[in-house]
């Protein structure tokens, strides 16, 4: 989503619709901040229509591009900007939450279980574990203020449930992860791992592992001694996120307490993580029936 400030000229009604797309995204999330970070009504600029009639959890993704009249992009955003805490910050892990969203409800397992009202387990598990990742991994990112360049590619969703992302933040490189195996400590994504480290030390930055989950005490022992060799750290589990949280903002504490501990909650109706190894019949949330998800 580019600055709401950028003018273009645009020739074409498709490029016309998407821009006017991309404008009530902006509005909508506006207003999602309002209400996540702010008093009700705190914005004198936001059109009433556009605040949202039911919490976070429960917005469908196609709320996100639904027409607004009568906005002043302009005033809006300048209002926002100066009275929400790390704006931008906040303005990106929302966008983040919301693509979480649309993708989590495109997640099929239904239809190779042969009825549209059972779950396959172990597709929707390994799918949304990788949804899951992407959502942590850049509200994380956003959060420790790490550099990423524009033409970083996006994190895979197919190639790897649970891929090694790298980024740089002042004289530290980090490296992140969901969570570590014994048999990842074995395989070749360790190696690279451990290259990326030894790679960040030459280049003169502190290696640091992140991983979101608990790890075994002799993984944790062996994660110290390599990390040891370049002069790294490692955080897992609870010290990863209070490592994090320690260097973020009030607001994005608040963004990685609500939407990162259990991103679950974000699509509710679609499946608890409690459930993950069972087979259970549900009846599916209505949105998830809309073909048209609203992408900005």
Known sequence: MGSYKTKHNFGTADSKAMQDKARHTLVH???LMEAEFLAPQKLQNLPEPARPQQPFRDIPPNWFSQPI???DWTRLAAEASSTI???DKILFCLLAVRNFKAQA???NPWASAGNDRVLSSAKFKGQMLSEIHRLQTTIVMIALDCDISSDMPPLPRDEQNDPTTSCLQGKYGYQIRGSITEGFMGSRGWEDTQ???SEFCSSGYTPRL????DVSSSILKRLNSSYAKYGGEVFCGQPAWGHVVAQASANLERCIDRYCRDPFMLVPAVRPAAFWDTNLEVELPTWTKSTVQGRC
């Open 105 to 107: 409800i495109e997640i």
């Open 85 to 87: 805490e790390s704006y």
């Open 210 to 213: 992140l991983i979101f989950e």
């Open 69 to 71: 009249a009568g906005v």
């Open 29 to 31: 999330l506006i207003a």
């Open 195 to 197: 290259l990326i480290a």
